[in-house]
Every structure is written in C-alpha cells, then in structure tokens.
C-alpha cells in the first residue's frame, strides 16, 4: 500500500519545551485523517510541520514519497491548506485572488482553471466583487478553491468550521465530499463527533504524544469518546 | 529527583558549570585586581600626557613655549566649539575608555557569532549565548558612553558633539538596546530568538563602520592612537594591563550571567518534564 | 504542472501589490498626507528663520527627515494586508523562493516610496526653496534620493517583517529602523546638502557621501536579502 504520509519520531521542541515528541504513523493514500487533541496538545504544530510551514528539530517525514527536509519545495506543489483564516487578500477580486495563486503554483491555463472552481464553489456570480464584502461562509469556499487551484493530492484542513454557520457548514462539507476523490485529508479539529463523522483513521495528540492512531472500523465512537476524554483529561466536549 | 538525572531521557536538558564556569570567579577576582593595578599604574606610572595636541603654534608652525619652557595652551575648534587644551589628569580615562570599548566591540563580535551559530543550529543554547553576549556588550557600552563623557566634557570642554564616531557609537547603543526591546515584544520562544539573531548580526554591521570611521574621517577629534606615533612603554603597559583586566571582567560576568540563565532554564525544563508525567 | 519561473513569481507577487495598492490607496494617501503634513510642521518649526543660506543649509537635512518619516509609516502598514486574513501563510505554501517573496516586497515598497518622493519633493521645494537659490549642480541631488531609498525599502523590508508579528509594531518598527538607517541617512544627507549648497569641494563630498551611502546599501541589501528566509519562516 502507498503511502500519503510517513512519520517517523517527528519532533518539535525548543529548550526544554516540547511541542512534539517523538510522533511516527503511517496515513495510507486516500485517506481522511482527523488529528483531535485538546489546546496546546501539538495538533497545529503537527499540521504545520507537514505543510512545510514549520521544520522538524527531530525525526523525519516522508510525504507523498517526497523527504519532508530535503524535498519541501516538491512537496508544496503538491499540497493544499485551508485555515480557519481565508488566505484571501481582502482588497482583490475573487478572481484575482484565485488568479495570484494559479500564478504562484505555476497552474496550466489558469483562467480556465479558475472559471472551473468558482463555478463548483458557486461564486461565479461573485467573481468580479472583492473579498472583503464575503459573507465568512463565502470566504471559506472561496478558501477551498484557493487550496485546490493547483490540484493537490493532499488537502490539510486547520478548524475549518470555526466561525461558520450550520448553513455555511453544510455546503462547506458538500465542497469536502467532491473533492475527496482520489485526494489525501489531513483535518485538525477540537469538533470530536465531526472530525470522527467524517474520517477514515483518527490520531489523538495530547502533550505532544501520540495516545491513539486507529483505522475508524476499528474504533467505535462511544468509547473512543470516553477514552479520549479519559487520556486528553479535560473534556472538549 | 537527583536519582533519575543519570537517565539518557535527561541529557537533552539545558546545562551549565563546564570547566569554564569553575575557571569564572577566579577570571573575575584576576580582573578585578588587574583594573585596579592598572588604575593605579595610570595615575603614578604612567607620564602624564596631552589628549588633544592642542598648543599654541607661531606662524611656522612651532610650538609657542613659555619661559619655563612648556608649551602654551591654546583654542582648537572642535565640533563648532572652541576647545581650550589644558594639560589635565583628564586623560586618565583614556586607560579605562579604550579597554572598555574595545571589549564591547569584542562582546558584540561574540553575540554575533552566537546569532549566526543560532540560525545554522536553531538551539536554545546558541540563542542563549548570544543574548547575554548583548548583555554584556551593552553594559560596556554604556561605561564606554560614561567615560567618553566624561572625556568630551574635561577635554574637549562640550558635554555632546555630532563627532563621527561619537555619532556610530550612540547609534550602536541604540540598536543593542532596540535587540533587547525586540526580545520583550515578542511571545514565542523560537521566533523571539530567531528574529532577535538577525536583529544581532545586521546590528553588528554598525561596529566595523565605528571602529574604522576615525581612520576614514580624518576631521575626526579621536586620535588614532596606533598609527599617530603610539605610545611609551609605560603608557602601553598600563593599557595593556586595564585592557586584559577588562578582559577577564567580561568573561567572568558572562560566564557567571549565562550559567544563572541557563539554571533558570533547566529548572522550566524539569517543570515541563514533570508536568508531562 | 512544472514550478513556474522565479521571474514569473516574482511578477506576480509584484502585481499583486501594485494592484491591491492602487486599488485601496491606503499606503499612498496615508503617506502623501503624512508628508504634507510634516511639511506644514516645518512650515512653523522655520517660520523665525530670516536668512535664506540658513534654510539652504538645512534643507539636505530637511528633506531626508520627511522621507525617513513618512517612510517609516508606509513600511508599518506594507505588511497589514499579508497579516489580516493570514495570506502569508499561503503564499509560503506556494512552491517558491523564500528570496523571490523578498525581492518583490522590496520592489513594491520602493516603488511606493519613490511615488511620494515625486509628490513630496516638488512641494518641499515650492515650500521652502524658492525664495532661495540653490546651487547649479541640484538636480543631482535625485542621485542621493534614489540610492538612499534603495537601502530603506531593502532594510524596512525585513525589519517590517520582523515587527508585524511584534506587540506595538508601530514604535518597534522606529526603534529598529532608525539606528540602522543612521549611516545611510547620514551619507545621504551630506550629498543632498553638498549639491544644494554647492562650493569647490561639493563635487568631492557628493562623491564620498555616495560611495558611502552605496556600499551601505550593497552590504545591508544583500544581507536583509540571505537573511530575509529565515525572518519569514519563523
């Protein structure tokens, strides 16, 4: 079996505070991993070290069979993030926006490309308005076609659902499901029934110690719930 | 838990008390003791000397004497203020203001080195070095600025003046203290260094620029010592002594300050250890 | 899909500023009225000054003042947009050079920059210089003005990048801006003065201020340039 991620005894620390020790699992491609874990239990520090934003101090990584050290730049034309914070500069168009990202990955046909998402993410109507008149719910579509612009085969997902709307929330996980096809999530949340509604595998951080990583099958949702309560301590919920 | 401390788990915490630091206190006691000789020296060893050659000169350029046969005082413009050259214990300092500044240059050097070894590495340890290397640094920094007072103010008779390197060396002050100021406004450890190392190494561009601009400006007030004649013997001596005695002093509080730090930071690391257990 | 060229990323980047910047204004206005404003401040600061030489001496000196000033805060907010919605996190994400994103900011910044000083030196000028008669060799003084403003888009790049993630980056930006601009400025001024002023040896000093003022700019550009990477990954 390939693949998306391979980790092993990744760690982050400075001085004698550790963010991250020692974290090793292996996501196979196709995958929809939820990383759950209270505040400050290292899950951000763990995402950013994937999408190349942060660098390890220990361990090592493969991603999509690119060495997370030696090999970022390859592996950030082939990964997407969406924040909680849209990425979308306020005083350009949609399009322009979308257009600025295109250019950045070096995308084919970008104007083409760009027509494409803002139809699938509805926005077409919107395309000639700035960002900053979005509704929140509005910038995190637009937020979803910025990370796809460039077809990346692994998607990382910081608390996408902070701020939204049970509205804006539906469409948002309708936008989710047509992109899985043959793509690789990564979604970091505190939403513990969401995260495992949606997921595939499930990996519990807590003090930067990886306490749980498990296929979902083979996890029931009671007590994974009570268990998580149990390690992380504080209950989340 | 004195017992669990053998455990390799442990090594990667913050340490301190090498060689170096048993060699510490003697350093500072050397120090202190060769200050002090040299601070003797300078008063009852050394010639007594004019800063500034400031005489009175005839129309052909010799020195105009008096008939006891010593040279006659006379106004020099220096900084658009007309100076008045007396043959004054004033110069005194200059054993104590050319040392001190020289370590300062020195412990700038260092913190740089620190601040580029920080940035290859990203270990605390490093970023540590380098921020009580710029402790020590602005503490002579501001001896230097004290005694470079006093020395503008009984020899040049004016309390400031926009001088070249008078100016690069408020300016240098300015930016180790602006380093510090910097380390305060920020929250994240990792950033706070990071960006606090290219703070110290663009910071010490400023030093070259000060150390040469008396040989560049040549209307500069501050002598170059070295290349107009040099000393006597006993003028070197004393200098040499204060300049080693200053030396020591340096190393003995950096050494003393960064063991304090880094204690401080075993002891954080032990309190995330155990909170984690 | 094949990484596009550093040129072509680096074009994007800078027309994504322009673009925003021409669209919002903010940077330019909020500079622009700055500038004038310190005009008028001047206007009273010289109001008492009856010879015209006095003025003529200053004015070097006045002028590279408003400039420092006015450029200190369209520095502070060059970083706002990049910072509001988190934009530059995405841009890191993007397969390129960390240099690339430094070589267009400094670009954008120093285009900026050179915009107002076209406002602001022609209304210096009407201000403070036409009852005075400056010296033959003025309109060399644009020389100083472009190698000056070279060296503070290059340094106000990264240290505008080092205090927007700061507390109070607005005094923390001067505290670090100004000491490291001071030999620049310094350099600068006595070529903007010599050329105003004129003289025999104005020719030498301009020659000598700007040799200066260049080498600083060479050695803190390419310095601000090595080390920018490490200031936006942090």
């Known amino acids: ?237 | 838990m004195p017992d669990t401390k053998r455990q390799p788990k442990q090594r990667s915490l913050p340490e301190a008390g090498q060689m170096a630091d048993r060699v510490a206190p003697f350093a500072l006691i050397v120090g202190i003791v060769l200050t002090t000789v040299g601070f003797f020296l300078a008063f009852f060893y050394a010639a007594p000397v004019n800063g500034a050659e400031v005489y009175a000169r005839d129309a052909a350029g010799n020195i105009l004497r008096d008939s006891a046969g010593n040279a006659l005082p006379a106004l020099e413009e220096i900084g658009g203020q007309l100076v008045s050259n007396v043959l004054l214990i004033s110069q005194k300092i200059f054993y104590f203001h050319m040392p001190v500044a020289l370590v300062s240059f020195l412990a700038l050097a260092v913190a740089a080195f620190y601040c580029v070894r920080f940035l290859m590495t990203k270990q605390q340890r490093y970023d540590t070095c380098a921020r009580i290397s710029m402790e020590i640094a602005l503490v002579f920094v501001i001896c230097t600025m004290i005694t470079g007072e006093m020395w503008t103010r009984f020899e040049w008779g004016v309390w400031w003046t926009w001088e070249p390197r008078l100016t690069t060396y408020l300016i240098l002050m300015l930016v180790v203290i602006a380093y510090f100021v910097l380390r305060n406004a920020l929250d994240d450890p990792e950033r706070c260094a990071t960006y606090a190392a290219v703070v110290g190494i663009i910071a010490f561009v400023d030093v070259p620029i000060c150390f040469m601009i008396t040989r560049l400006v040549p209307s500069s007030v501050h002598p170059v010592v070295l290349r107009e004649g040099g000393m006597s013997a006993d003028m070197g001596i004393t200098l040499v002594l204060v300049l080693i005695g200053m030396l020591c002093v340096a190393f003995a509080l950096y050494r003393m300050r960064f063991r304090q730090v880094r204690m401080q930071e075993r002891v954080e690391a032990l309190k995330a250890a155990l909170d984690e257990e | 899909m094949a990484t596009p060229s550093t040129f072509r990323q680096y074009k994007t980047l800078l027309v994504k500023d322009v673009r925003q910047e021409f669209r919002t204004k903010e940077m330019l206005t909020s500079m622009g009225i700055y500038a004038l404003l310190v005009l008028i401040v001047y206007g009273a600061a010289l109001a008492q000054t009856s010879n015209q030489l006095d003025i003529l001496q200053m004015s070097g000196g006045l002028l590279w003042a408003l400039i420092v000033f006015t450029s200190l805060l369209g520095l502070n907010r060059s970083f706002f947009a990049e910072k509001e919605q988190g934009c530059i996190e995405g841009i890191l994400l993007a397969p390129l050079d960390r240099s690339v994103l430094f070589l267009a900011k400094a670009t954008s910044n120093l285009l900026f920059l050179i915009i107002i000083e076209v406002i602001a030196v022609p209304l210096f000028w009407f201000f403070f210089l036409t009852t005075t008669t400056p010296a033959e060799t003025f309109p060399l003084m644009v020389v100083p003005l472009i190698v000056g403003t070279i060296g503070v888009a290059g340094v106000g790049t990264l240290l505008s990048t080092i205090t927007m993630n700061t507390r109070g980056k607005d005094v923390m930006l001067a505290v670090l801006f100004i000491p490291l601009i001071f030999p620049l400025l310094y350099a600068c001024v006595s070529a903007t003065t010599a050329v105003l002023v004129g003289g025999d040896t104005a020719l030498n000093t301009f020659m000598l201020s700007l040799v200066l003022a260049a080498g600083y700019d060479i050695i803190m550009v390419l310095l601000s340039w090595v080390l920018y990477d490490f200031v936006i990954s942090a």
């Not at chain 1, 991250?20 to 292996?26: A, I, K, N, W």
């Not at chain 1, 060495?67 to 909680?84: M, P, T, V």
């Not at chain 1, 257009?99 to 083409?112: R, T």
Request: neutral net charge; contains cysteine.
């Open chain 1, 1 to 237: 079996m390939e693949y998306a991620i391979e980790a092993r005894k990744l760690s982050k620390s400075f001085g004698g505070r550790k963010a991250l020790s020692e974290v090793s699992f292996s996501l196979p491609e196709g995958a929809f991993l939820s990383v759950f874990g209270h505040n400050g239990a290292g899950k951000t520090t763990l995402l950013r070290i994937l999408a190349t934003l942060a660098r390890p101090t220990g361990g090592s990584a493969k991603i999509l069979g690119y060495d997370l050290k030696e090999e970022a730049e390859n592996i950030r034309s082939h990964i997407g993030l969406i924040s909680h914070a849209p990425m979308l500069y306020p005083d350009l168009t949609a399009e322009e926006n979308l257009l600025l990202y295109a250019n950045l990955y070096g995308v084919e046909n970008p104007e083409a490309r760009v027509k494409e998402l803002l139809k699938a993410v509805e926005l077409k109507t919107r395309r000639m308005d700035t960002v900053r008149g979005f509704s929140r719910g509005m910038k995190q579509r637009l937020s979803i076609a910025r990370a796809l612009i460039h077809n990346p085969e692994l998607v990382f997902l910081d608390e996408p659902y902070s701020g939204l709307d049970p509205h804006a929330v539906e469409i948002f996980d309708g936008l989710i499901q047509n992109a899985r096809e043959g793509r690789t999530f990564v979604m970091v949340s505190h939403d513990l029934a969401k995260g495992f509604a949606l997921c595939t595998h499930a990996l519990v951080l807590s003090r930067g110690n990886v306490v749980v990583f498990e296929e979902k099958d083979k996890l029931d949702f009671e007590a994974f719930q009570a268990t998580y309560s149990k390690t992380v301590g504080l209950g989340v919920l």
